[in-house]
């Protein structure tokens, strides 16, 4: 089993729309989570930290469930911009972070 | 500006042929660590430092040495390189530790092929 666990879409959302997705992992002891926004062939980058409580960033809301030990993401109102590969991020502490494959999203006019 | 800078962007070589791609941060960071990218698999980790002279594997080292003298700089050497390592690398640096701050920096990556 990866130690985190994305779907790869694609989710093919219309412009406007809400879209939300998951991420899975497997460490319980997981400390820190983060979802990044990668362009085709481009840099990952930061979109936002992931914190206890959940968290909003303008359109995006990400929350975290240690319980059952996974992360989302919601984007709303779309826009075409936001097509893009979405991964998440655990920092399980001491040593390397853990990368999911990635989520595509892909928003239609 | 807060930046990973790696060089070469590109780089085209033949089978056998040394090659190093540097990689230097200008944040302070002690953590520091080269990702391959492929097609499905996602970003994997290939070597990590936590610190200067301290280096450690990641998931897929083979094929690969690096080497941390200075805190800002951490490059990956090819001693022989194969076609297999044909890919996309980054180079990433962050804060050590585990908390909310600890996001990481990416350079803009180096696209290799070997041939």
């Keep these: 089993r990866k130690e ?9 959302v219309p412009e ?8 899975t992992y497997s460490n319980s002891a997981s400390q820190s989570f983060f979802w990044y926004r990668q362009d085709c062939r481009k840099e990952p980058k930061l ?18 469930n240690r319980a059952s ?11 075409l ?4 590969t979405y991964l ?11 990368f999911g494959a990635g989520t595509q999203v892909v928003v239609t006019p | 500006e807060a930046q990973v800078t790696q060089n070469p962007r590109y780089l085209i070589t033949v089978t056998g042929k040394k090659l190093t791609v540097t990689c230097s941060q200008n944040m302070n960071h002690e953590y520091m660590s080269w990702y391959r990218q492929d ?4 970003l994997r980790q290939i070597y990590y430092s936590m610190n200067v002279e301290v280096t450690d594997k990641g998931d897929v080292p083979e094929g690969y040495k690096v080497s941390r003298k200075e805190k800002r700089n951490f490059p990956l050497i090819l001693e022989s390189p194969s076609p297999n390592q044909t890919s996309l690398y980054f180079c990433a640096s962050r804060r050590q530790g585990a908390g909310v701050n600890t996001e990481a920096f990416f350079g803009q990556g180096t696209r290799l092929t070997v041939v």
Aim: hydrophobic fraction near 35%.
């Design chain 1, 88 to 98: 998440c991020v655990v920092n399980g502490g001491w040593g390397k972070f853990q």
């Design chain 1, 4 to 12: 985190v666990e994305q779907d790869p879409g694609p989710f093919n």
């Design chain 2, 39 to 42: 097609p499905g698999l996602g």
């Design chain 1, 81 to 84: 911009s936001d097509s893009a």
């Design chain 1, 16 to 23: 406007g729309a809400t879209v939300a997705f998951n991420c």
């Design chain 1, 69 to 79: 030990q996974y992360i989302s993401l919601l984007i709303r109102d779309s826009k």
């Design chain 1, 47 to 64: 979109l936002m930290s992931v914190y206890s409580s959940g968290n909003e960033d303008g359109r995006f809301t990400a929350q975290l």
